[in-house]
Every structure is written in C-alpha cells, then in structure tokens.
C-alpha cells in the first residue's frame, strides 16, 4: 500500500506527491481527530509516523531502547496522544505512552498494561478515560504476576490503587486494605454496539463511574460485582452482586440495570440518586433474554427499546418503554448542589481547583442538555506533580525527572543556527491541559537559550527506502540529516561514488533529500561530509547496484588430467561487476564454494565424469549451469580444423557446437572403427570453427600404462591418417558437405614410469620431428617447386582462432610444434613441457571469458552478422594439459 497526497482539483499523476518511496504496512494508516498515524517496517525493524494537523510527517520518538514491536493508538483527544506501546522485552502486556502536542516526542507513563483479544482477533487494551473530567484514566496494570487496577488524576504522571467499598450490598464490612488488596475493575469495551462495555462514564455526568469488578489482591473474572463511585474515583460502593448492564439516562441523571443476557428477566432497575437506591420495575409479563437496548442519546426523546426474545428457539421481541413519568418537572436552581472534585483530599487536581454541579439525590426532576455541570475552576500554584518528564528523561522514585544513560542533555534537541534561540529542556513539561500557575512553572518549563556554534555531528546519511541494493537506472533518493550543528553555516559535499558529486552552502538548501541515478553497475561507496568554522563529520555507505542477469556460461575443459589444476570461469551476460556472488558444487557435493570472482581452479582427483554446477546470485536472480568434465590420468589431444563451407552456417550459439561435435565424433568411430565411448570432441567458440579431438583409454582397462600409452598412439595414428586422407566428411545439408582435417598435434599427458622416453618414444619423436621439417620446408619453399600446389583461401578474411578447451596459463600458454614428450599427471621426474621451446604462441589471443561475454552478447543481440565473427592471427600448434 503507498501513501499519496494530491490536490483534489489535481489529481492526475502529476500532481501526486509520494512522502514515502516504499509502501507503508498494510492496515497501519490511522486518521484520528487532527493526527494521521502509519507505519513501515524494514528488514524487521517498524517505523512510526505522525502527521499534525496535516503537516509533513515525522518520525515518531520513543526512548531510544523501547525498540517497539507493535504500538496502537488509544486516544487523540485533548491536544496529545496515548498509545500503547509493546516494548522489545514485553510478550502479553504493553506500555502506556503519552506524547507531546504534535504527536512526535514520547514518554513512558505505566508499564505492563493488561492486553486480551477480542471474539475478531483484535487486541484490546486495557486502557479507559474517564468521560466528563480530564486527566482522568484508569488502566490495568501487570505487576508481580497480578492484574491490578489503578487511576491517575493527571495524565498518567502518577498512579494510585483504587479505594475499595466499605460495605457491601448487604451493610456488612468489607475486610479489604489497601495496598495488599483493592478494587479491580473489568476495561472491555462491547463489540456489540447495543449493549455497554464492562465500564461506563459519561461527558454529561462527570464523575460517575459505573464497572464490573471484583475486592482482592488481584484482578478475577469470577466471583465479579457492579460498583459506583461518584466522587470520580475516590470511593467506591457496590451496586449489584451479579454482573449488569447499565445504561445513563436523562443526561447521566438517571441510571436503568438489567442482567446480563444469559439470564431472561421482567424486571429493570432504576436509579435517580447515582445508585444509592435502585426501584425494581416490571416491563414484560413474560421473561426476556434481554439482547440489547435502543435509544437515541443527547435528545430529549425519553424512550427506550429493549430487544430480546422468551427463548432460544423464539422470534425476536422489541419492547418500548417511555420513562418520562419517572421526572415530574424540570430542575431548577434550587434542585442542584455542588461538588469539589479531588484526589483522595488534594482538591488541586490538573492544576485548578474544579467544582461541578450535580442533581440533589432523590430529587425526580429532569436535567436537560443546556445546564452547566462546572461550576468554576480556579488555577492552583504549579507544584512538581503538575509536570510529567521530558522526552530523555525517567522518573525517579524521589519524583524528580533525571535524563536516560542514553541522552546528551548538553545537545540542543534539533539543529540549532548560531544566533538564534532555542526550547531547552528542564527534564520536565508540564502535563497536557494542566493549568497551573507561577510556583515552579517557571523553574520547570523549558528555557529560551542562545545557540552556540558547535561542530556539526551526528550526520546521517541513508537511503530513503533503507535498503543498500538498488537496479541499475532507478532513481536513488538519499536522505542526509544533521542531528547536532549549525545547519545555516554548515556546508555539505555529497559523492556518489561514481565520479558524481554535489555540494550545498548549507544543509537547510538540502530539503528533504537527494536523487541520483546510476548509469553502470558496481558497489559504490556514497559518503557525505558536513562542515564549519568549528569542525566536521561525515558518514558514508556502501550501495550495490545490481542488473538482472540474463544467462550464464561455464566455461571449462572437456577433459582434464587427475590431479591437475584446472581453471573454471563462469561467464554472465550483462557482466555483474563486484556485484554478484557465484557457487560451486564439484562431484555432487552438498555444500558449495562461494566467491565473489566468477573464476576458480580446482583439482579433480577422481577418475570419470565429474560434474560441476555453478549458480550465480545478482539483482535478485538466480542463474545456472552445469558441465560435466571428464578426468583421465592419460588421454591424448588432436587439433581438427573445417572446410571453409561450414563458416556460412555456424550461427555462434553452443547447441550448434554441440551438435557439430557429436556428428564428428560418430563419423571418426565409424571410419577408423574404434568405440565411440573413447572419443570426444569439443568445439570452440569463434571463427573459423575449430575443434579438439580427445582419445581416452579404455574405461575397464586394466593393463600398464605403457600399454596404455602405445593403445592411444597407435589411435592416434590411425586417426591421424584418417583426417590426413580427408576421409572424415559429414553432410550439413543435402548440398553442403564438410571435410574435418587435421590441424596441428596437441601435447597431452601420458602415462611414463620412467625417467627417460622409452625406444619406441624416442623412435616416435625423431619420426615426427623429420616430418615437421619435411613440412616446413615444403611450406616456405611452396612458390619455388612447380610440382607441389597449395590452395589459400581468404587468407585475410577469415584468420583463424583457437581456445583451449583444456586449460590454460595465467601468463599465456606456449606450446611446441616439432616436439611430442610424454608427460602425466604421476610423472615427477620429467615436467611437462608446458613453457618450453616456442613456435607460434596464442598468448596474445582473447581469454575464454572474454570470448564467452562477446559470444553471449552476439547471442542475446541475434547473432554475429558476416563481418562481427570472432578472428585471431594464428591457430595455436597445441593444447596444454
């Protein structure tokens, strides 16, 4: 749910103002009297807000560990708010809380209130404000694991026990002192709109109080009573042994009873002398479950309707009674008394001296709505009672109001110009609607002070919405804010962290907060400095600005040597600079390696298939991919190249290579006759389309490695022939046929258990170097011998380029075209030359994340066009393992 304020004659979107970017918590907007009241909670942690008298909102105060779990508003008459607050430490009971005029600054008044829950699922309170008198409240309170009722007479600044009856309803003594036992008092309001709640008063009678309750040391709901008091409180006397409903009448001049609906009644019981003497009247010849009664209050109209029914499985009944025969004339001066209101003998009760007019007991006459019910009210000297504590401030048991270990009573509350003045704080102020005079108003009310020039401190820098993530192009708002300082003379410099910056003359320019918009992901640092002639301070955060990734790619080796080190890079497309976290599962672990680099190395030291999943996590997404590499302790490599004619239908994408591999890969198991198991092929990225051919031992072979290694050369060989002679074509189309050749001879590991080659290796290397030459010779002297023809094609169209898919150095790979050395990942005396004697390096060429990010970009963009494929200057002579 969002907040939005507008104009009514312009409404439009345009005209809409949003005083919060985020929503507020649903169900949590209040409108009462002039206060509007909402709330936001944010990683677990609730915000409160106030609006007076439709101004800008602000942030609600409560000391500053109460840490709210849940507040609710109980009242917002007479100029201030009561809430009831659960503290932090607080799980069935609340706090009552009484605020300032605005409804911003809040100090504790009663701690563990009495909750329940109504048939709705609604908490109650129990919390109730005494009709026709002010300060008046009476609240049940949990203490020593006992519900106890108490009254305040001055806004919660201090609470009293309540005085129990002296007699019960028979004349005999109650034997109930205070402070081990008193009177409780049942605070439920009705959910039924026609019967009362367990307590009543009325504005038009003040100081009548009628409740159900119990005499005890705690609170009971069995065993309960009706009980009066009409002196506000001050004593008490029972009316009923039994549960009733009572209802004012005639203005609060009369009072009618009826018991509860759970018992049929013919009889009702009226009052004219506030419940001293009741007259027992019949109004149904037949009993009545009484449901509820009708009446239209603040008229002159005398008449009731009671609505019930005989018996549970009878029609409803309505019953009128008109009472004005009970009143033979209207009162007159002469039918009238007065009566002080005080509390337990101090007649200054809210700073005044009050005094109402009542009705004489027993006198049948009615009130009215015009007459005045004060009489007068004299203010009385301001004592120390007159004035509650501050917000910062906690009462003692002396009293007296001193300040919380957390607040700095030597700080202006609010930022403070050099020049002018400000309201500072005794600690004390004085309760609402008191109206005290001279005494210790004036040694307690807050002083007018000069502000002093004092370094800015305590500065605050956050986003508006409190979250430290944002997508990349939404507009962040930041909000600065200066706890202590001189915000005129105060400048303040805000950097962004992306090479943006702006600066205020002084923060009072600021306004409400700062937008900016990021135009590139990252993590950026946003600080914000504020300064003067007398100091500085300065606060800063860390904001992620994040994009939604869109695909993922594991690049890794198709093959790799048991016990070898092998690099992995997860490449994303957009790329997620610092900002996304990557991890990895190897051969179906349960917990993962998580990075903050989409690059690692890892050694596999099981033989077979071994899968490896990476998954990424950036703006909120979570992407995927899985490879599955296979680990030999020997194999060995060969570099395929393509015809030409397959350039023009290889559109960049991975199945394509897939596909292209799995075709080659049959058609070498069909020519040369060996298992398809043993051969895989992996194809690179880029263009020309290249690939490498991977020989595998047996997967049950079981015989030395030396028979091993001979097994894989005679292979080899075999496959070497095959490519040479052009024998291993497929068909891409009914129209295309492609060759696959032979490139160069990549260096892969080979089993050896022994220090030097062996005589067939040494054989093997010799022929091989003879041939490189024989081949290098014809090369460079092609033009010269008439005999010999070599076919170039698009030399500078297409230049060739190669990846290893196997892996790769940090510093760039180089590899030997003439040579063939036996090397193994068990092998410890001979190395294998992975740096040796160089021919052609591929150092130079693009890494494999570079050309996974610009493979995936030409993918999401529909593919490369003719002239974007990927090119190099040379094919490497060998792949390193």
């Known amino acids: 749910m969002q907040y939005i304020t507008c104009r009514a004659q312009k409404c439009s979107e345009e005209g809409r103002q949003y005083p919060f970017i985020g929503r507020i918590d649903t169900n949590s907007l209040v409108v009462q009297d002039q206060y509007i009241f909402l709330q936001l909670t944010t990683a677990g942690r609730t915000t409160y807000f106030v609006s007076y008298q439709r101004g800008p909102f602000r942030t609600i105060q409560l000391p500053k560990y109460c840490l709210p779990k849940d507040m609710h508003i109980v009242s917002t008459d007479e100029g201030q708010v009561l809430a009831a607050v659960q503290e932090w430490n607080e799980n069935d009971t609340y706090s009552l809380y009484i605020s300032d005029t605005p409804g911003v600054y809040f100090t504790r008044s009663l701690p563990n209130l009495r909750t329940s829950r109504g048939l709705a699922g609604n908490l109650i309170v129990d919390v109730y404000k005494v009709s026709g008198i002010s300060g008046m409240i009476i609240a049940n309170k949990k203490e020593d694991a006992q519900m106890r009722t108490y009254i305040t007479y001055n806004k919660g600044q201090t609470w009293s026990l309540l005085q129990p009856p002296a007699k019960d309803t028979t004349g005999h003594d109650v034997n109930c002192n205070l402070p081990s036992c008193s009177l409780h008092l049942h605070l439920q309001m009705s959910e039924n709109p026609y019967t009362p709640d367990t307590i009543s008063t009325k504005q038009s009678a003040p100081g009548i109080i009628v409740a159900t309750g119990n005499i005890g040391p705690e609170l009971s709901f069995s065993n309960t009573a009706m009980f009066i008091s009409s002196d506000a409180g001050n004593t008490w006397r029972q009316i009923f042994e039994e549960e009733h409903s009572v209802w004012f009448l005639d203005h609060g001049g009369a009072l009618l009873a009826v018991t509860q609906s759970a018992v049929p009644t013919r009889y009702l019981w009226i009052s004219l002398d506030e419940g001293r003497h009741w007259d027992k009247l019949s109004f149904s010849s037949t009993p009545l479950f009484v449901d509820g009664v009708l009446m239209t209050p603040e008229t002159e109209n005398r ?9 549970y499985h009878s029609d409803w009944q309505l019953i009128k009674i008109d009472y004005s025969s009970l009143f033979g004339r209207k009162c007159t001066d002469g039918d009238f008394q007065t009566w002080h ?59 007296k109001c001193a300040p919380a270990f957390w607040y700095d009573v030597n700080l202006p509350a609010h930022t403070c110009s050099y020049g002018q003045r400000y309201r500072n704080s005794t600690g004390y102020r004085r309760v609402m609607l008191n109206n005290c005079r001279e005494g ?20 605050q820098l956050s986003t508006i919405n409190t979250q430290l993530t944002a997508v990349l192009g939404t507009n962040i708002t930041f909000r600065v804010a200066l706890q202590n300082g001189d915000s005129l003379s105060t400048s303040l410099h805000v950097d962004f962290g992306d090479g943006i910056s702006v600066s205020y003359s002084n923060i009072s320019r600021l306004g409400d907060s700062i937008t900016h918009t990021y135009r590139v992901a990252g993590i950026f640092r946003v600080s914000a400095r504020a300064q003067n002639s007398q100091g500085s301070d300065s606060s800063s955060l860390y904001l992620h600005i994040t994009s939604p990734v869109e695909r993922i790619f594991l690049s890794a080796p198709v093959v790799v040597a048991r016990g070898r080190e092998a690099n992995l890079t997860a490449v994303l497309w957009p790329s997620q600079p610092r900002t996304a976290t990557f991890y990895w599962w190897f051969n179906n672990n349960t917990e993962p390696l998580i990075t903050l ?70 058609t070498l198991a069909q020519v040369c006759s060996f298992p398809e198991d043993q051969l895989l092929v992996s194809v690179f990225p880029g263009s020309p389309t290249a690939a490498e051919l991977f020989i595998l ?50 260096l892969a590991p080979l089993v050896d258990s022994s220090v030097l080659p062996s005589g067939s290796a040494m054989l093997l290397l010799v022929s091989l170097g003879l041939l490189g030459l024989a081949i ?35 510093n760039g790979t180089r590899t030997t075209a003439t040579s063939f050395t036996s090397c193994s990942a068990h092998n410890t005396h001979t190395p294998c ?12 060429l693009p890494p494999p994340r570079e050309l996974m990010e610009k493979e995936l970009e030409a993918h999401s963009t ?10 190099t200057r040379q094919i490497p002579n060998c792949t390193n393992v």
């Open 341 to 399: 209101l005080h509390n337990k003998g101090e007649v200054c009760v809210m700073g005044e001296r009050q005094v109402y007019m009542k009705r004489k007991p027993g006198t049948r006459c009615t009130l009215g709505r015009e007459y005045s019910r004060v009489v007068s009210a004299e203010p009385c000297i301001c004592t120390l009672y007159d004035f509650e504590c501050d917000y910062g401030f906690e009462r003692q048991t002396s009293g």
């Open 697 to 746: 031992p047996e997967t049950n072979q079981s015989a030395f490695r030396s028979h091993t290694e001979e097994q894989l050369n005679k292979m080899s060989e075999v496959f070497m022939n095959a490519l040479n002679q052009n024998l291993i074509q497929f068909d891409l189309k009914p129209d295309t046929r492609v060759t696959v050749s032979l490139s160069q001879l990549t």
């Open 833 to 844: 030359p992975l740096n040796t004697g160089t021919h052609n390096s591929f150092s130079h």
């Open 597 to 666: 680099e989409g690059s690692v190395s890892h050694t596999f030291t099981r033989e077979g298939l071994n899968p490896v999943t990476v998954q990424v996590s950036a703006g909120g997404t979570v992407l995927q991919d899985v490879k599955i590499i296979t680990v030999k302790d020997v194999f060995r490599s060969l570099l395929l190249s393509f015809s030409p004619n397959l350039e023009e239908h290889n559109p960049s994408v991975a199945e394509w290579r897939q596909d292209v591999g799995r075709v080659v890969r049959a």
């Open 862 to 871: 529909g593919g490369l066009g003719a002239g974007e494929r990927l090119r």
């Open 440 to 459: 210790l108003k004036d040694t307690l009310s807050p002083r007018m002070q000069q502000c002093k020039p004092i370094a800015p401190s305590g500065l």
């Open 303 to 311: 008449i009731i309707t009671f609505f019930g029914h005989f018996s």
């Open 776 to 810: 290098l010779f014809i090369y460079k002297f092609k033009r010269k011998i008439p005999w010999i023809h070599v076919e170039t094609e698009d030399s500078h169209e297409k230049e060739p380029e190669m990846i290893s898919a196997v892996g790769q150095e940090k």
